[in-house]
């Protein structure tokens, strides 16, 4: 059976899978990615991982490589992550394999594997993942939309209060400070935001300040950009989408608050969850299928800072 091998490259972990050309999953798996230990190491296990995955497994033969991962993504480099400290990486240094391989921005081929398989279904729509950190896929019209440089979308480093907590983009008071899984864990002390989520359901005051704090920074971030561009719906994704109604519902609230004199957009789960980046990933791999894709022996020069 043809699939293709498709790897979604986060800043905690790396979800990689074969995927049929009708976006059913084959095989699935996850490896952690080595962030801290720098670019080089992380572009080293993506090549491992693709390698891995590429391999025949008993019916299943890979036929392309779709490759997602975040900051500022041309089809044939990853020019700059502030997550990895990575620069103008070329799609060769990704992968060892002889197959075509198609990269793009992590976060645009969620949106577009939302308005294909899941929730996504109109023509104006945000789909924000929330997860290490914050960024959304902006459809306009029925077509992702990346903006005059790639940069559309980073909605994560929105200013929600103006000098309020540093972010790592060198910013202060950005989203991501206040609403991201990873900042409202480390804000608490702890591992992940399900941790927080169960102290507050546990009646833990300091966990339900930082909740409401995200919430009400989530809020604010989408009432702008609502303003701005007036979509449909917005789709939550990522980790934080598994909260449920303990985020959907206030953040609607909320949202509804801020824009008194117009109706709000939907305010919705993903129905791809955690998976939407892998099958984002798929997305690119059977259009890489389509379009030829760029191979591994067209160029092998590595950039890092």
């Not at 491992?48 to 497994?57: I, M």
């Not at 299943?60 to 997550?83: D, I, Q």
């Not at 309020?164 to 991201?180: E, I, K, M, V």
């Amino acid at each position: 059976m043809e699939c293709v091998a498709a790897i979604d490259v986060g800043g905690t972990t790396m979800k990689g899978g074969l995927v049929a050309r009708d976006g059913t999953i084959l095989y699935a798996e996850r490896r952690p990615t080595p962030r801290a230990e720098g670019a080089e190491q992380v572009i080293a296990a993506i090549s491992a991982f693709t390698g891995d995955l590429s391999r025949p497994r008993g019916r299943m033969r890979p036929v392309a490589v779709g490759l997602a991962v975040p900051g500022l993504v041309t089809p044939t480099h990853a020019v700059f992550s502030a997550a990895f400290g990575w620069r103008d990486v070329p799609v060769s240094a990704f992968t060892d394999v002889d197959l075509p391989v198609a990269l793009g921005h992590d976060v645009r081929a969620a949106g577009e594997a939302e308005l294909v398989y899941g929730a996504g279904g109109g023509r104006d729509v945000l789909f924000l993942p929330i997860g290490t950190g914050i960024a959304g896929a902006v459809v306009l019209n029925g077509s992702p939309y990346g903006g005059a440089g790639g940069w559309a979308g980073q909605i994560g480093h929105i200013p929600v209060r103006p000098d309020g907590l540093p972010c790592g983009c060198g910013q202060r008071g950005c989203l991501a400070a206040y609403a991201s899984a990873g900042a409202i864990a480390a804000r608490c002390g702890e591992p992940s935001a399900e941790h927080v989520l169960r102290r507050m359901r546990q009646g833990d005051q300091a966990a339900a300040a930082v909740w409401r704090e995200a919430v009400e920074a989530l809020a604010l971030a989408l009432a702008t950009y609502t303003l701005l561009l007036d979509p449909a719906e917005i789709v939550i994704g990522g980790g934080l989408s598994q909260a449920g109604d303990a985020l959907l519902e206030p953040v609607r609230a909320r949202l509804a608050e801020r824009l008194a004199f117009r109706p709000a957009p939907d305010v919705r789960a993903s129905r791809l969850g955690v998976q939407a980046g892998l099958l984002g990933a798929a997305l690119l791999g059977w259009g890489g299928v389509a379009h030829g894709g760029l191979r591994r022996r067209e160029g092998a020069r590595r950039g890092c800072p």
